[in-house]
Protein backbone atom coordinates (compact mmCIF):
# COMPACT_ATOMS: atom_id res chain seq x y z
CA UNK A 1 0.00 0.00 0.00
CA UNK A 2 3.01 2.05 0.78
CA UNK A 3 4.87 1.76 -2.23
CA UNK A 4 1.78 2.40 -4.33
CA UNK A 5 1.31 5.80 -2.83
CA UNK A 6 4.71 6.49 -3.09
CA UNK A 7 4.50 5.71 -6.91
CA UNK A 8 1.47 8.05 -7.02
CA UNK A 9 3.30 10.86 -5.23
CA UNK A 10 6.35 10.57 -7.54
CA UNK A 11 3.93 10.69 -10.50
CA UNK A 12 2.03 13.86 -9.37
CA UNK A 13 5.30 15.46 -8.78
CA UNK A 14 6.93 14.70 -12.11
CA UNK A 15 3.62 16.17 -13.24
CA UNK A 16 3.95 18.86 -11.75
CA UNK A 17 8.51 19.25 -12.60
CA UNK A 18 7.17 18.75 -16.44
CA UNK A 19 4.70 21.46 -16.30
CA UNK A 20 6.99 23.94 -14.35
CA UNK A 21 10.57 23.09 -16.02
CA UNK A 22 9.13 22.52 -19.06
CA UNK A 23 4.95 23.57 -20.50
CA UNK A 24 5.34 26.68 -18.94
CA UNK A 25 8.71 28.15 -20.18
CA UNK A 26 8.42 26.62 -23.49
CA UNK A 27 4.85 28.59 -23.98
CA UNK A 28 6.53 31.27 -22.60
CA UNK A 29 8.94 31.48 -25.21
CA UNK A 30 6.47 30.60 -27.70
CA UNK A 31 4.29 33.03 -27.07
CA UNK A 32 7.46 35.85 -27.13
CA UNK A 33 8.66 34.44 -30.15
CA UNK A 34 5.43 35.11 -31.93
CA UNK A 35 4.39 37.77 -30.38
CA UNK A 36 7.28 40.12 -29.56
CA UNK A 37 9.07 38.22 -32.07
CA UNK A 38 9.73 40.88 -34.56
CA UNK A 39 10.68 43.18 -31.88
CA UNK A 40 13.67 41.11 -30.55
CA UNK A 41 16.85 39.81 -31.58
CA UNK A 42 16.58 36.50 -31.51
CA UNK A 43 16.91 34.69 -34.74
CA UNK A 44 15.41 30.73 -34.99
CA UNK A 45 18.63 29.08 -34.12
CA UNK A 46 18.20 31.07 -30.49
CA UNK A 47 14.69 30.24 -30.12
CA UNK A 48 15.65 26.64 -30.90
CA UNK A 49 18.51 26.67 -28.49
CA UNK A 50 16.73 27.76 -25.66
CA UNK A 51 13.91 25.54 -26.49
CA UNK A 52 16.67 22.28 -26.38
CA UNK A 53 18.60 23.34 -23.44
CA UNK A 54 15.06 23.35 -21.50
CA UNK A 55 13.63 20.29 -22.60
CA UNK A 56 16.75 18.67 -22.53
CA UNK A 57 17.11 19.38 -18.77
CA UNK A 58 13.22 19.96 -17.79
CA UNK A 59 13.09 15.88 -19.09
CA UNK A 60 16.14 15.36 -16.48
CA UNK A 61 14.90 17.29 -13.13
CA UNK A 62 11.39 15.65 -14.00
CA UNK A 63 13.09 12.20 -14.40
CA UNK A 64 14.84 12.87 -11.19
CA UNK A 65 11.76 14.23 -9.08
CA UNK A 66 9.78 10.73 -9.83
CA UNK A 67 12.22 8.52 -7.99
CA UNK A 68 13.16 11.49 -5.64
CA UNK A 69 9.22 12.04 -4.58
CA UNK A 70 8.43 8.07 -5.21
CA UNK A 71 11.24 6.97 -2.68
CA UNK A 72 10.37 6.31 0.96
CA UNK A 73 10.04 9.93 3.22
CA UNK A 74 13.98 10.60 4.83
CA UNK A 75 15.26 7.15 3.34
CA UNK A 76 18.99 7.52 1.88
CA UNK A 77 18.05 6.57 -1.85
CA UNK A 78 15.35 9.90 -1.24
CA UNK A 79 18.36 11.99 -0.23
CA UNK A 80 20.66 10.85 -3.09
CA UNK A 81 18.16 11.44 -5.98
CA UNK A 82 17.10 15.00 -4.37
CA UNK A 83 20.42 15.90 -4.08
CA UNK A 84 20.97 14.75 -8.07
CA UNK A 85 17.65 16.77 -8.81
CA UNK A 86 19.07 19.89 -7.19
CA UNK A 87 22.33 20.20 -8.90
CA UNK A 88 20.43 19.25 -12.06
CA UNK A 89 17.90 22.14 -11.41
CA UNK A 90 21.46 24.69 -10.78
CA UNK A 91 22.74 23.81 -14.76
CA UNK A 92 19.02 24.13 -15.71
CA UNK A 93 19.14 27.77 -14.56
CA UNK A 94 22.52 28.04 -15.81
CA UNK A 95 21.18 26.97 -19.37
CA UNK A 96 19.48 30.01 -19.36
CA UNK A 97 22.60 31.86 -19.13
CA UNK A 98 24.56 30.01 -22.25
CA UNK A 99 20.87 29.56 -24.26
CA UNK A 100 21.08 33.54 -24.73
CA UNK A 101 18.02 33.78 -23.05
CA UNK A 102 19.34 36.01 -20.38
CA UNK A 103 19.62 39.29 -22.25
CA UNK A 104 16.51 40.26 -24.05
CA UNK A 105 16.95 43.19 -26.31
CA UNK A 106 13.86 44.28 -27.82
CA UNK A 107 13.83 46.84 -30.87
CA UNK A 108 11.42 49.21 -31.16
CA UNK A 109 10.26 51.91 -33.09
CA UNK A 110 8.67 55.36 -31.07
CA UNK A 111 7.23 57.38 -34.05
CA UNK A 112 9.94 56.95 -36.93
CA UNK A 113 12.52 56.80 -34.48
CA UNK A 114 14.41 53.71 -33.65
CA UNK A 115 15.85 52.25 -30.38
CA UNK A 116 15.79 49.49 -28.30
CA UNK A 117 15.51 48.18 -24.68
CA UNK A 118 17.77 45.81 -23.69
CA UNK A 119 17.44 43.76 -20.36
CA UNK A 120 19.89 41.28 -18.65
CA UNK A 121 19.49 39.30 -15.66
CA UNK A 122 21.44 37.37 -15.44
CA UNK A 123 22.82 38.77 -11.83
CA UNK A 124 19.30 37.32 -10.82
CA UNK A 125 20.21 34.12 -12.22
CA UNK A 126 23.57 34.60 -10.30
CA UNK A 127 21.76 35.18 -6.91
CA UNK A 128 19.34 32.23 -7.64
CA UNK A 129 22.52 30.24 -8.30
CA UNK A 130 23.73 31.27 -4.73
CA UNK A 131 19.90 30.29 -2.96
CA UNK A 132 20.40 26.50 -5.40
CA UNK A 133 23.81 26.19 -3.17
CA UNK A 134 22.00 27.22 -0.03
CA UNK A 135 19.71 23.80 -1.24
CA UNK A 136 22.75 21.56 -2.30
CA UNK A 137 24.43 21.99 1.48
CA UNK A 138 20.68 21.41 3.13
CA UNK A 139 20.32 18.27 0.58
CA UNK A 140 23.72 17.03 1.25
CA UNK A 141 23.42 17.73 5.25
CA UNK A 142 19.87 15.36 4.70
CA UNK A 143 22.21 12.42 3.47
CA UNK A 144 24.55 12.72 6.46
CA UNK A 145 21.83 13.09 8.77
CA UNK A 146 19.91 9.71 6.81
CA UNK A 147 22.82 7.81 6.68
CA UNK A 148 23.43 8.75 10.78
CA UNK A 149 20.13 8.04 11.99
CA UNK A 150 19.18 4.98 9.52
CA UNK A 151 17.89 3.07 12.60
CA UNK A 152 15.81 5.55 14.43
CA UNK A 153 14.35 6.76 10.93
CA UNK A 154 13.71 3.33 10.41
CA UNK A 155 12.35 2.50 13.80
CA UNK A 156 10.00 5.12 13.23
CA UNK A 157 8.87 4.24 10.18
CA UNK A 158 7.61 0.92 11.18
CA UNK A 159 5.58 2.39 14.50
CA UNK B 1 10.08 15.46 15.58
CA UNK B 2 14.30 14.94 15.65
CA UNK B 3 16.42 17.90 16.96
CA UNK B 4 18.63 17.46 13.61
CA UNK B 5 14.96 17.57 11.84
CA UNK B 6 14.71 21.23 13.43
CA UNK B 7 17.19 22.41 12.21
CA UNK B 8 16.91 21.63 8.81
CA UNK B 9 13.37 23.34 8.81
CA UNK B 10 14.67 26.66 9.99
CA UNK B 11 17.02 26.39 7.26
CA UNK B 12 15.16 25.58 4.46
CA UNK B 13 12.14 28.09 5.98
CA UNK B 14 15.45 30.69 5.56
CA UNK B 15 15.91 29.36 2.10
CA UNK B 16 12.25 29.58 1.36
CA UNK B 17 12.15 33.30 2.39
CA UNK B 18 15.43 34.08 0.80
CA UNK B 19 13.96 32.98 -2.40
CA UNK B 20 10.68 34.44 -1.91
CA UNK B 21 12.10 38.11 -1.39
CA UNK B 22 14.16 37.32 -4.56
CA UNK B 23 11.18 36.90 -6.83
CA UNK B 24 9.66 39.54 -5.27
CA UNK B 25 12.65 41.74 -6.29
CA UNK B 26 12.24 40.32 -9.41
CA UNK B 27 8.47 41.01 -10.18
CA UNK B 28 8.85 44.58 -8.84
CA UNK B 29 12.17 45.60 -11.08
CA UNK B 30 10.24 44.02 -14.19
CA UNK B 31 7.01 46.15 -13.35
CA UNK B 32 9.31 49.46 -12.66
CA UNK B 33 11.11 48.68 -16.12
CA UNK B 34 7.39 48.91 -17.79
CA UNK B 35 6.24 52.03 -15.53
CA UNK B 36 9.80 53.99 -16.51
CA UNK B 37 9.64 52.93 -20.04
CA UNK B 38 5.79 54.37 -19.74
CA UNK B 39 5.76 56.14 -23.12
CA UNK B 40 2.98 57.98 -22.00
CA UNK B 41 5.00 59.93 -19.01
CA UNK B 42 8.18 60.75 -20.40
CA UNK B 43 10.09 59.35 -17.78
CA UNK B 44 13.37 59.68 -20.21
CA UNK B 45 13.77 62.96 -22.14
CA UNK B 46 15.97 64.44 -24.08
CA UNK B 47 15.98 68.18 -24.68
CA UNK B 48 17.85 68.24 -28.18
CA UNK B 49 16.07 71.39 -28.54
CA UNK B 50 17.69 73.15 -26.01
CA UNK B 51 21.46 71.26 -26.89
CA UNK B 52 24.63 73.45 -28.04
CA UNK B 53 26.95 72.70 -30.07
CA UNK B 54 29.82 75.96 -30.63
CA UNK B 55 32.20 76.68 -32.49
CA UNK B 56 31.72 73.02 -34.45
CA UNK B 57 31.66 75.15 -37.84
CA UNK B 58 34.37 76.93 -37.22
CA UNK B 59 36.54 74.06 -36.17
CA UNK B 60 35.65 72.11 -39.27
CA UNK B 61 37.12 75.15 -41.62
CA UNK B 62 39.94 75.68 -39.04
CA UNK B 63 39.14 78.81 -37.97
CA UNK B 64 38.59 77.88 -34.43
CA UNK B 65 39.92 75.20 -32.11
CA UNK B 66 37.28 74.73 -29.56
CA UNK B 67 33.93 72.96 -29.71
CA UNK B 68 31.36 72.73 -26.76
CA UNK B 69 28.75 70.54 -26.51
CA UNK B 70 26.00 70.32 -24.32
CA UNK B 71 23.33 68.02 -24.15
CA UNK B 72 20.45 68.37 -21.29
CA UNK B 73 18.31 65.12 -20.32
CA UNK B 74 15.76 64.41 -17.98
CA UNK B 75 15.35 61.02 -16.15
CA UNK B 76 12.75 60.19 -13.53
CA UNK B 77 12.87 57.47 -11.44
CA UNK B 78 8.71 56.14 -11.32
CA UNK B 79 9.55 52.23 -10.06
CA UNK B 80 10.02 51.01 -6.97
CA UNK B 81 13.82 50.85 -6.39
CA UNK B 82 16.65 53.66 -6.41
CA UNK B 83 18.44 53.03 -9.70
CA UNK B 84 22.17 52.68 -9.92
CA UNK B 85 25.45 53.26 -12.07
CA UNK B 86 23.10 55.43 -14.27
CA UNK B 87 25.71 56.34 -17.47
CA UNK B 88 24.57 58.16 -21.01
CA UNK B 89 26.23 57.09 -23.57
CA UNK B 90 26.54 59.00 -27.03
CA UNK B 91 28.17 58.70 -30.35
CA UNK B 92 27.85 60.95 -33.06
CA UNK B 93 28.37 60.15 -37.00
CA UNK B 94 29.18 62.85 -38.85
CA UNK B 95 27.62 61.96 -42.98
CA UNK B 96 29.04 64.20 -46.06
CA UNK B 97 30.13 63.11 -49.12
CA UNK B 98 33.33 63.21 -50.47
CA UNK B 99 34.98 65.40 -53.11
CA UNK B 100 36.49 62.75 -55.21
CA UNK B 101 33.35 60.45 -55.29
CA UNK B 102 30.34 62.60 -54.68
CA UNK B 103 27.31 60.25 -55.39
CA UNK B 104 28.50 57.85 -52.31
CA UNK B 105 27.95 59.13 -48.71
CA UNK B 106 30.82 58.64 -45.94
CA UNK B 107 29.64 58.58 -42.37
CA UNK B 108 32.46 58.50 -40.13
CA UNK B 109 32.02 58.92 -36.33
CA UNK B 110 33.50 61.92 -34.43
CA UNK B 111 32.07 61.46 -30.85
CA UNK B 112 32.03 58.36 -28.90
CA UNK B 113 31.73 58.89 -24.95
CA UNK B 114 30.07 57.62 -21.95
CA UNK B 115 29.12 59.81 -18.88
CA UNK B 116 28.26 58.28 -15.42
CA UNK B 117 25.73 59.93 -13.52
CA UNK B 118 25.46 58.29 -10.12
CA UNK B 119 22.22 56.76 -8.46
CA UNK B 120 18.84 57.93 -8.93
CA UNK B 121 16.51 57.56 -5.78
CA UNK B 122 13.28 56.14 -5.81
CA UNK B 123 10.57 58.38 -6.85
CA UNK B 124 12.83 61.26 -7.93
CA UNK B 125 13.07 62.97 -10.83
CA UNK B 126 16.64 64.32 -11.87
CA UNK B 127 17.90 66.81 -14.85
CA UNK B 128 21.30 66.28 -15.83
CA UNK B 129 23.95 67.64 -18.54
CA UNK B 130 26.02 65.87 -20.97
CA UNK B 131 28.74 68.14 -21.40
CA UNK B 132 31.96 67.48 -24.00
CA UNK B 133 34.65 69.83 -25.47
CA UNK B 134 37.05 69.11 -28.53
CA UNK B 135 39.29 67.24 -26.21
CA UNK B 136 36.31 64.19 -26.06
CA UNK B 137 36.13 65.11 -30.03
CA UNK B 138 37.63 62.32 -32.39
CA UNK B 139 39.39 64.80 -34.11
CA UNK B 140 41.67 62.65 -36.18
CA UNK B 141 37.87 61.27 -37.52
CA UNK B 142 37.06 64.89 -38.87
CA UNK B 143 37.34 65.43 -42.42
CA UNK B 144 39.40 68.06 -44.07
CA UNK B 145 36.93 70.78 -44.81
CA UNK B 146 38.69 71.88 -48.35
CA UNK B 147 40.00 68.48 -49.57
CA UNK B 148 37.62 66.10 -49.01
CA UNK B 149 33.85 67.17 -48.19
CA UNK B 150 32.27 67.94 -50.98
CA UNK B 151 30.48 71.13 -50.18
CA UNK B 152 28.00 70.90 -53.69
CA UNK B 153 25.99 67.95 -51.80
CA UNK B 154 23.81 70.29 -49.93
CA UNK B 155 23.02 72.62 -48.18
CA UNK B 156 23.01 70.99 -45.93
CA UNK B 157 26.60 69.20 -46.58
CA UNK B 158 27.13 67.84 -43.11
CA UNK B 159 24.45 65.96 -41.40
CA UNK B 160 25.34 65.06 -37.71
CA UNK B 161 23.19 61.50 -36.75
CA UNK B 162 23.47 60.84 -32.96
CA UNK B 163 22.77 57.45 -30.90
CA UNK B 164 21.85 57.83 -27.40
CA UNK B 165 22.21 55.15 -25.02
CA UNK B 166 20.79 55.31 -21.47
CA UNK B 167 22.29 52.38 -18.86
CA UNK B 168 21.41 51.28 -15.46
CA UNK B 169 20.94 48.15 -12.76
CA UNK B 170 17.84 48.49 -10.99
CA UNK B 171 16.18 45.95 -8.24
CA UNK B 172 19.38 46.46 -5.97
CA UNK B 173 21.35 45.38 -9.08
CA UNK B 174 19.73 42.22 -10.11
CA UNK B 175 18.46 43.59 -13.49
CA UNK B 176 20.40 45.70 -15.92
CA UNK B 177 18.86 48.01 -18.19
CA UNK B 178 19.99 49.43 -21.45
CA UNK B 179 17.48 52.07 -23.17
CA UNK B 180 18.99 53.29 -26.83
CA UNK B 181 17.40 55.37 -29.52
CA UNK B 182 19.36 55.29 -32.87
CA UNK B 183 20.19 57.58 -35.94
CA UNK B 184 18.71 61.09 -34.85
CA UNK B 185 19.34 63.92 -36.73
CA UNK B 186 20.84 66.07 -34.49
CA UNK B 187 23.03 69.29 -36.53
CA UNK B 188 23.43 69.82 -40.17
CA UNK B 189 25.40 72.53 -41.92
CA UNK B 190 25.45 75.05 -43.48
Redesign the interface.
Known amino acids: MGSTKNMIRGLILTAVYVTSTIIIPMLTFSLIRDYAGAYLELTEEDYNNIFFWILAFGLVISGCAFFTYSSPKQSIRRGIFAFIQVIVNCLYIWSYKFSGATELVFNMN ?1 GG ?12 IL ?2 MG ?1 YF ?2 IV ?1 KV ?2 II ?1 FII ?1 RE ?1 IRENRMK | M ?1 A ?2 VF ?1 LI ?2 I ?2 FL ?2 LS ?1 TVV ?1 ILGGYS ?1 VLI ?1 N ?1 KEENISIDTENSQFEGLSDFIYGTGDEINFSLPFNFTNAGYFDLENFHFKLEIALNYSHVDNPNETIETEIFNQRQYFGDIPQGEARSFVFFADETDFLIENFPNATTEINWFRGPPALLFYANFTVSL ?1 Y ?1 I ?12 LIAQFP
Open positions: FVSGFVALNIQQMVYILTLYDDNT | RSRRVRFILSVSALPDSGLHSIRIGVQHI
